[in-house]
């Protein structure tokens, strides 16, 4: 290839990079004063819930995130040594493939489980005793379970942390975080001039969906950034939300809004969050057919679309060349989060900190 060739090839990806959301992590850095002591309520923590965390460490952690996502060659052991144990006994593409992403490229080895029918469980053995046997072999543990109740289960035992990958319809919150790393890479300015507030739309039912009601969750610590919080349904669910579900997300000071008018509701949002996929049980309900998004949709100019992924038909691929998709940002951010995060909770923050 010829240089003018290399140079049009190199200026294009950039300007693609641009265009398609690939935010910048540096301003967020720049944005967020370091105060790692903040991290340190993470150190062996398990993660199972939204509800845990603070304005401070979630302000401290996209740091870390953006640290990271800023300067992926710069950090590549702090793991060394440490083991994963990473359990998925229902289907994923991101969350398990991040999560693994993230530690190989901190160094640390892993040990993977897919199918919950080799290992013991299979002969009746408890999930408590499985989480008494991970204490010997790892340092952390992920989990994806379709049943609510098993990484509650495995803590009982476990004298290593654990982090909650998704437990039916109950909640996802590494993916919560992911979300809200993108929202602030997207706009630095929102922790600089809080009055600029932003208009979320979330399409989506919160008592169904995991990545909905995490996602609510880590809003609460944010009421000051959003003029309105959205939910947009199509009015064919008896109840979207559980009693004191809503009563959490009013109480925080968030204005929650419910409407079924979607595109009426369209053109006025800044951000706009869709999920058509409630995993509940062995199977999963979609909802994709009710509301579609293409490149024809009703958005500001400078609306982001943001999306959890796996995508169904209301998220049409038009929309992928588009300057609304930053939900394929979204998802390659949440490598540098997990990295975050596993930094943290395996106590290997010393090693990262102070390097610029
Ligand atoms: N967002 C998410 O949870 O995707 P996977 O099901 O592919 O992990």
């Known amino acids: 290839m010829v240089d003018s060739q290399l140079k049009e090839k190199v200026s294009f990806s950039r300007d693609t990079l641009d265009v398609y959301g690939d935010a910048h992590p540096k301003a967020l850095l720049r944005s967020i ?3 790692g002591d903040y991290l340190k309520s993470l150190e062996s923590e398990h993660i199972v819930s939204s509800d845990q965390f ?14 990271y996502e800023s300067n992926p060659e710069r950090f590549s052991t702090p793991l060394k040594g ?10 994923s593409t991101r969350t398990r493939l991040s999560f693994e992403s993230a530690w190989h490229r901190l160094g640390g080895d892993i040990m993977s489980i897919t199918d919950r029918a080799t290992t013991g469980i299979a002969k009746g053995e408890s999930l408590s005793d499985v989480a008494e046997m991970f204490n010997n072999y790892g340092d952390c543990v992920v989990l994806r379970d379709s049943n609510e109740s098993s990484v509650q289960e495995m803590m009982s ?3 290593i942390p654990i982090i909650n990958a998704g437990n039916g319809i109950d ?30 739309g979330i399409i989506g039912i919160p008592n169904k969906m995991r990545t909905v009601r995490s996602l609510l969750k880590l809003f609460t610590f944010f009421p000051d950034i959003f003029e309105e919080v959205v939910i947009i349904h199509d009015g064919t669910n008896e ?26 509701t369209l053109p006025t949002l800044d951000v706009i969050y869709i999920n058509a996929i409630a995993w509940v049980g062995n199977d999963y309900e979609s909802f994709g057919e009710r509301f579609v998004m293409n490149n024809q ?4 100019k400078e609306a982001i679309i943001l999306h959890p992924l796996a995508r169904g038909e209301e998220l049409e691929t038009s929309l992928d060349e588009t300057s609304h998709n930053w939900y394929f940002a979204q998802a390659r951010g949440a490598v540098f989060l997990r990295m975050a995060l596993l930094t943290c909770m395996c106590q290997r923050m010393e090693r990262v900190m102070d390097v610029i």
């Not at 949709?297 to 500001?300: D, E, I, T």
């Open 54 to 67: 603070n304005r401070n460490t979630l302000l401290q952690l996209f740091r870390l995130a953006a640290k």
């Open 239 to 264: 109840s979207i939300f559980e009693k004191k579900q809503l009563e959490q997300l009013q109480n925080s000071g968030l204005n929650i809004k419910i409407t079924t008018q979607f595109n009426r």
């Open 157 to 159: 035992s476990l004298r």
């Open 82 to 91: 440490k083991i994963l144990i990473s359990a998925f006994y229902e289907p």
């Open 297 to 300: 949709s009703p958005l500001k």
């Open 33 to 35: 004063y370091e105060e």
């Open 171 to 200: 909640e996802h919150p590494t993916q919560a975080l992911a979300d809200l790393y993108t929202i602030f890479k997207w706009k630095p300015e929102l922790l600089i001039t809080p009055e600029k507030k932003i208009k979320i």
